[in-house]
T-cell receptor, first 113, second 115 residues
C-alpha cells in the first residue's frame, strides 16, 4: 500500500462548471477526511466518513459541495457550479479510528478561472 | 475557542544552522500534538506525535517538545539542509465532537534554508 492517493493532482476549470475529485485511502483505514487549504493557511476541515457513513460536515461545506464514500473505501468530493473562491488545495486524509496513523494525500490543486 | 498559533510566520536561515519554531494552543480537551512538514504543492507529512505525558520526541534532525501545562510546543531543527525548506504545521488533536477527535491546525511557519 502506497499511502493515500488523490486524483487528479491539478484541475483547472471555468467558473460555473462542476468538478469531482477522488481519494483512495490506506486500505485498512476506516476513517476518511476532506480538508481545504488556501495559500499560507493550514488545512480547514470539510467533512469526514467512518466507513461509508458521513458523520460530520463543516459549515464550509456549502450546498454546492457533496462528498460520498459509497462502499467505505474510496471517496469523491464534488463541487457544483464552481466559483473563483473555490480555488484551493483539497486534501484527503485517512486513519484507523482516532488513532495515530493519520496520513494525508498529496492533494488536488483546483484553479477556477 | 480552540486555536493553534504558530510563530514566526516565516523564517530564513542559512544551511547548517539550527532553528526553533513555536506553537501555542488553546484546545480542550487535549489528545495529542503533531508536527507536520508540508512541501509546496504537496500534502502534509507527519514528523512527530506527542501525547499529554510526553515532553520530547525526536525524528532524525527534528526534535519536538511539549509543555502541556503552558500549552506550548516547539520544533527544533538541527543542522538545517536545503531540503528542510517547507511549511511546518502544528496540529493539536482534541475538542471531541461527534466521535471525531478534531484536528486543529495552525497556519504554519514557512521556513526557507539558503545555501
Amino acid at each position: 500500500d502506497t499511502g493515500v492517493s488523490q486524483d487528479p493532482r491539478h484541475k483547472i476549470t471555468k467558473r460555473g462548471q462542476n468538478v469531482t475529485f477522488r481519494c483512495d485511502p490506506i486500505s485498512e483505514h476506516n476513517r476518511l477526511y476532506w480538508y481545504r487549504q488556501t495559500l499560507g493557511q493550514g488545512p480547514e476541515f470539510l467533512t469526514y466518513f467512518q466507513n461509508e457513513a458521513q458523520l460530520e460536515k463543516s459549515r464550509l461545506l456549502s450546498d454546492r459541495f457533496s462528498a460520498e464514500r459509497p462502499k467505505g473505501s474510496f471517496s469523491t468530493l464534488e463541487i457544483q457550479r464552481t466559483e473563483q473562491g473555490d480555488s484551493a488545495m483539497y486534501l484527503c486524509a485517512s486513519s484507523w479510528g482516532t488513532g495515530m496513523g493519520y496520513t494525508f494525500g498529496s492533494g488536488t490543486r483546483l484553479t477556477v478561472v | 475557542k480552540n486555536q493553534v498559533e504558530q510563530s514566526p510566520q516565516s523564517l530564513i536561515i542559512l544551511e547548517g544552522k539550527n532553528c526553533t519554531l513555536q506553537c501555542n494552543y488553546t484546545v480542550s480537551p487535549f489528545s495529542n500534538l503533531r508536527w507536520y512538514k508540508q512541501d509546496t504543492g504537496r500534502g502534509p507529512v507527519s514528523l512527530t506525535i506527542m501525547t499529554f505525558s510526553e515532553n520530547t520526541k525526536s525524528n532524525g534532525r527534528y526534535t519536538a517538545t511539549l509543555d502541556a501545562d503552558t500549552k506550548q510546543s516547539s520544533l527544533h531543527i538541527t543542522a538545517s539542509q536545503l531540503s528542510d525548506s517547507a511549511s511546518y504545521i502544528c496540529v493539536v488533536s482534541g475538542g471531541v465532537s461527534g466521535g471525531y477527535n478534531k484536528l486543529i491546525f495552525g497556519a504554519g511557519t514557512r521556513l526557507a534554508v539558503h545555501p
